[in-house]
T-cell receptor, first 114, second 117 residues
């Protein structure tokens, strides 16, 4: 069985500060890992994904995440927060293969303080 | 259309009534997923359709929930005898789902916010 734990349902950062959203996973096989972003009143949008290639993955809007197998983590970071980054972020895990049943975390709401 | 669309965007209903939620996937996408998003619960998988195969209904929370996909395109999620705990945002996603591919991105619609009074 696969699962995802997101630490912190709400995170507040100042504009220009480092963004760090934590995600730990559990999977019985080498996983695929994802971060999705959901802006207010919108659907989820893929931010970045890890599919067993490079462990440091770069996504849209300056976000990146590093797959650390030893820590079973896939934390999302951005060096400098922008007001437009305020949204809800979901970490997700799936098993490789043509049909991926994706398991999502509970989400972390990011607030950016001016 | 260019993306996944869902209707209605908002639905308010009374306890005990039936509701139908519609999803129009991206043209050509063979896979379609329904999820439920409740406050503090993340996204809960409900059901998955892939082409003409039997759907994976393992996530449906009760027999009051059902879904169908006509002609491999539009899907309808039906909730019978709605309860207050059914209040949530229902999200639909579609995917090109090439079985030979190692990964298939899911594209999400904006969701339907269901409120059961």
């Amino acid at each position: 069985a696969q699962s995802v734990t997101q630490l912190g349902s709400h995170v507040s950062v100042s504009e220009g500060a480092l963004v760090l959203l934590r995600c730990n996973y559990s999977s019985s096989v080498p996983p695929y890992l994802f971060w999705y972003v959901q802006y207010p009143n919108q659907g989820l949008q893929l931010l970045l994904k890890y599919t067993s290639a490079a462990t440091l993955v770069k996504g849209i809007n300056g976000f990146e995440a590093e797959f650390k197998k030893s820590e079973t983590s896939f934390h999302l970071t951005k060096p400098s927060a922008h007001m437009s980054d305020a949204a809800e972020y979901f970490c997700a895990v799936s098993e490789p293969g043509g049909y991926q049943k994706v398991t999502f975390g509970i989400g972390t709401k990011l607030q950016v303080i001016p | 259309g260019a993306g996944v669309s869902q209707s209605p965007s908002n639905k308010v209903t009374e306890k005990g009534k039936d509701v139908e939620l519609r999803c129009d996937p991206i043209s050509g996408h063979t896979a379609l997923y329904w999820y439920r998003q409740s406050l503090g619960q993340g996204l809960e998988f409900l059901i998955y359709f892939q082409g003409n195969s039997a759907p994976d209904k393992s996530g449906l929370p009760s027999d009051r929930f059902s879904a169908e996909r006509t002609g491999g395109s539009v899907s309808t999620l039906t909730i019978q005898r709605t309860q207050q705990e059914d209040s949530a945002v229902y999200l639909c996603a579609s995917s090109p789902q090439a079985i030979t591919s190692s990964y298939n991105e899911q594209f999400f619609g904006p969701g339907t916010r269901l409120t059961v009074l």
